[in-house]
């Protein structure tokens, strides 16, 4: 643990997540400029670095200028690299407890009231989770975190463990989104949208860079079939809580019935 840098009297330390990978480390000024923009400035950005990124095959070459920005931000070494969720895993063993967290992405320029808001939300309700943008992906409601995704740190408890068993699939470890939301389903953690909250009802970000994106990457490990293998196999490990498991039986009995119908009608 590192000494935070004090809060406020009575209120809970916020802590921001963020990781990237050797091709972007060196486009990350923008994001962490916004950081320090915000009406709500955190008390500690985590930077999660592994020793060697498994998507680049390459180890990580830190620009001198990341000093610049302390104390605020503080470059985690990881041994695992855990994907886009490093974010999140990362930050596990360096958190005040309790605190607020918020992970975000390394290539946006995030608006000035981007924490403020998600750091409202989350410290009024502690059994809830916020983004600024959420939606329904089979049985799973998901926040996407490029927009944001806030945690009262207590809530993380196990997430550790749900990571273990639910990046065995490499569609799973490509959308860190799907499976951390998962993971808040299970535990009975609502994802909350604050999308009501943008004064333009536009984004809360402004892309910084186009370098080596999630959704530029094809195949099996293209954002559509992750998401879609990638919730196949939560379900099909039982990851998902029994609640989610039961609607998802029964959507599948749905159309199964709906199948045989249209067949007899036919006949």
């Given at each position: 643990m590192f000494?935070?840098?004090?809060?406020?009297?009575?209120?809970?330390?916020?802590?921001?997540?963020?990781?990237?990978?050797?091709?972007r480390i060196h486009?990350?000024?923008?994001?962490?400029?916004?950081?320090?923009?915000?009406?709500h400035p955190p008390d500690r950005v985590l930077l999660g670095l592994p020793h060697l990124s498994l998507r680049e095959a390459r180890p990580y070459e830190q620009p001198a200028w990341l000093a610049d920005y302390a104390p605020m931000l503080h470059v985690?070494?990881?041994?695992?690299?855990?994907?886009?969720?490093?974010?999140?895993?990362?930050?596990?063993?360096?958190l005040p407890e309790p605190c607020v967290l918020v992970i975000a992405d390394d290539d946006m320029y995030y608006r000035p009231f981007f924490l403020a808001q998600l750091y409202r939300y989350q410290s009024y309700d502690r059994h809830s989770s916020f983004s600024y943008c959420t939606y329904r992906y089979g049985p799973i409601d998901v926040a996407q975190g490029a927009d944001g995704f806030s945690f009262y740190s207590p809530n993380l408890a196990g997430v550790a463990d749900f990571a273990q068993a639910a990046l065995r699939s490499p569609q799973v470890r490509q959308v860190d989104d799907l499976w951390i939301s998962a993971f808040l389903q299970s535990?009975?953690?609502?994802?909350?949208?604050?999308r009501h909250l943008v004064p333009?009802?536009?984004?809360?970000?402004?892309?910084s860079h186009l370098l080596n994106q999630l959704h530029q990457v094809s195949g099996d490990l293209g954002r559509g079939q992750a998401m879609r293998e990638g919730t196949r196999f939560l379900?099909?490990?039982?990851?998902?809580?029994?609640?989610?498991?039961?609607?998802?039986?029964?959507?599948?009995?749905?159309?199964?019935?709906?199948?045989?119908?249209a067949l007899m009608a036919r006949a």
């Open positions: 000494d935070m840098i004090n809060p406020a009297p009575g209120t809970l330390p916020l802590v921001v997540g963020v990781t990237t990978l050797p091709s486009s990350m000024r923008p994001m962490l400029d916004s950081l320090l923009a915000q009406t985690v070494p990881c041994a695992q690299d855990w994907g886009p969720g490093t974010k999140l895993l990362a930050c596990l063993e360096h535990r009975g953690i609502e994802v909350q949208s604050l333009d009802q536009g984004n809360v970000y402004a892309t379900l099909e490990q039982g990851l998902l809580g029994r609640r989610a498991q039961a609607e998802a039986l029964l959507r599948k009995a749905a159309r199964r019935a709906l199948a045989l119908m």
